[in-house]
């Protein structure tokens, strides 16, 4: 195993994941139902209400791996009777999600959980991941529940996990392409990021 470089290349930024995960079920919390709020199950939802959530809730955390991907390979993960979007409103207007995955035996893994930027703050997001624990471990067979998250994220989030119930099991650096650079997201969004100083390289100055 060699050591990484110090430095992100020129137009990538650095990246810190750690992965965690909970093993036993735990007591249920009874956290006061934020007002107005109402939780529905996303059937057969649609790129572009997908592509809405996704992008309207990750912008400021950089999240761009979905965006990267095209219509058709959206479609297939939205349709695939595995995947579970649930989508939180506040007076009808939506206010944040939760996906989960039951791809693997006995596993659920909590793919992308956040709120529209508008909803911080409002004691939603502690109620929503609490909803979407107790709505993992009731997945027939359920004995483990996994998420990840990175130093991208919410400064809080790694926190409220480990809060929550889950425990760290692994941790990875790794070097992205800025995804402002590369125009997946606007230049303004993630204001706690700096920009790199260098842009990306041009396909033409890629090595092979």
Known sequence: MTDSPAAPPPGHIK???TY???TTRPARRQRP???GLSLLRAENCTVSFYRYLYDTVGAEWLWWFRRAMSAEQLRLILADDKTEIYVAYVAGVPAGYVELNRARPGECEMQYLGLVPDFIGRGIGG???DWAIEAAWNGAGVEKITVNTCDLDH????MTYQKAGFRPVGQEVRFDPDPRLAGLIPLT????????????????????
């Not at 400064?155 to 790694?158: D, E, K, M, N, T």
């Not at 969004?189 to 100055?205: C, K, R, V």
């Open 20 to 22: 965690l995960e909970m």
């Open 15 to 17: 990246v810190t994941v």
């Open 189 to 208: 969004a993630g204001s706690h990021i700096p920009l790199p100083d260098q842009p990306l390289p041009s396909p033409e100055a890629t090595p092979e």
């Open 127 to 129: 109620w929503l991941l």
């Open 155 to 158: 400064p809080r989030a790694l």
């Open 33 to 35: 139902h934020p007002h």
